[in-house]
């Protein structure tokens, strides 16, 4: 719904009585914020992008902004004639969504775009995985895709060499035709795909037997593609160009590449931080130890200290995930818990035994604190 979209002036952060030039500048300072270049596998980022350029393009256009600062979203909606036409009254020349269902298309239907203009390809999306490492630390991946591609034999105007396509005689290239029907409210224009071209604009009296008329062939192809280090899982890397061939000279459309990271056998990810578990015996807790703790950069030794509970976490700075596309690197985060031995022998149980009756409860404070509640 058009009512639901933010206010373009509050997305762009300026007043309405702001000046061209300062829409213009807070545009391109936010524009640059919200680059998809420099921000890969921000959806949040890509969504405000768009947010930014629809807001920009309504308000640097006078007439656009004069119509939205009368009416809203309604006054620049393409759907409504943009926004309400003639004497105060609605333009129902473009209302033929609303009727269309019922009568075939409504009155005059919706504008088409040229079929014969430049159109940009359509984007290829592709999953990679990887391991926890290679999106720690970035990897090259080899991707084989299929897409489609202007044929060279007829460089993508579907005809045989020596021939061109005919513009259409009954929609003049403009790929749809107006019919009128009569109904009780009468008379109703509608605007459809030309039937005799079939919506292209043109016609092909002599197809290019390489690509059957189509102007596209099918190939495969194998590109590197550079996983950048600090990748996370479900983000997407954007490759621009390498989607399928444009339409009549337009641009191709991106390889959208989402990673998976595989799931890793000690490590788990929270943003930049590494988290891991690790066992130690009831000895080590007591007395310390001299503990090696494996991290993704191999293992590194840590001094645990005397006393250490169980559910204690400690902190390897900077042995984390490296930041993506920056500098530094997070944090690894270590819990230890106390694993309790088991199958003792006779021996070791007795020495179990007086070592408990040595120590009694004076030594467990968070043992005589419980039961000191539990006595209340």
């Known amino acids: 719904m058009a009512d639901q979209k933010r206010d373009y002036y509050e997305i762009l952060g300026v007043s309405r009585d702001a000046s061209d030039e300062a829409i213009k500048k807070a545009y391109r300072k936010l524009a640059k914020e919200n680059h998809p270049d420099l921000n890969p596998g921000d959806k949040t980022a890509e969504t405000r992008f768009k947010e930014v350029n629809e807001a920009y393009e309504v308000l640097s256009d006078?007439?656009?902004k004069t119509r939205y600062d009368q009416y809203g979203h309604a006054g620049v909606d393409p759907n409504f004639g943009g926004g309400y036409g003639g004497a105060g009254g609605f333009d129902f020349g473009d209302l033929g969504d609303i009727f269309g269902s019922f009568f075939g298309g409504g009155f005059g239907g919706q504008r088409r775009a040229n079929p014969n203009a430049p159109q940009r390809g359509e984007s290829i999306r592709q999953a990679?995985?990887?391991?926890?490492?290679?999106?720690?630390?970035?990897?090259?991946?080899?991707?084989?895709?299929?897409?489609?591609?202007?044929?060279?034999?007829?460089?993508?105007?579907?005809?045989?060499?020596?021939?061109t396509p005919e513009v259409c005689p009954d929609c003049h290239g403009s790929g749809t035709v107006q019919t009128r029907k009569q109904t009780p409210l009468?008379?109703?224009?509608?605007?459809?795909?030309?039937p005799r071209c079939g919506g292209k604009g043109r016609i092909i009296h002599q197809p290019c037997k390489e690509c059957y008329g189509t102007g596209m062939l099918r190939s495969r192809h194998t590109i590197e593609v550079k996983v950048p280090a600090g990748i996370d899982d479900g983000q997407t890397i954007s490759i621009r160009g390498q989607g399928h061939a444009g339409k009549n000279g337009g641009p191709a459309g991106d390889l959208l590449i989402t990673i998976t990271v595989k799931p890793h056998e000690l490590f788990r990810r929270e943003g930049n931080s590494v988290l891991c578990e690790a066992p130690?015996?009831?000895?080590?807790?007591?007395?310390?130890?001299?503990?090696?703790i494996p991290t993704i950069d191999g293992k590194v030794k840590y001094t645990l200290p005397e006393g250490t509970q169980t559910g204690t976490t400690f902190r390897l700075r900077g042995k984390g995930i490296p930041l993506l596309n920056g500098r530094g690197r997070g944090d690894q985060y270590v819990t230890v818990y106390i694993?309790?031995?088991?199958?003792?022998?006779?021996?070791?149980?007795?020495?179990?035994?007086?070592?408990?009756?040595?120590?009694?409860?004076?030594?467990?404070?968070d043992r005589k604190k419980f039961f000191k509640k539990y006595k209340k």
């Open 128 to 163: 990679v995985s990887v391991s926890f490492e290679e999106a720690a630390f970035g990897c090259d991946k080899s991707v084989t895709v299929e897409r489609y591609e202007t044929c060279d034999t007829c460089k993508g105007n579907g005809c045989e060499s020596g021939t």
């Open 280 to 292: 130690i015996t009831f000895a080590q807790a007591v007395l310390g130890a001299e503990l090696e």
């Open 339 to 365: 694993e309790t031995p088991k199958n003792l022998n006779k021996a070791q149980k007795e020495a179990l035994i007086k070592f408990a009756e040595s120590v009694g409860d004076s030594n467990y404070e």
């Open 186 to 194: 009468g008379v109703f224009a509608s605007t459809g795909p030309c």
């Open 62 to 64: 006078s007439d656009k």
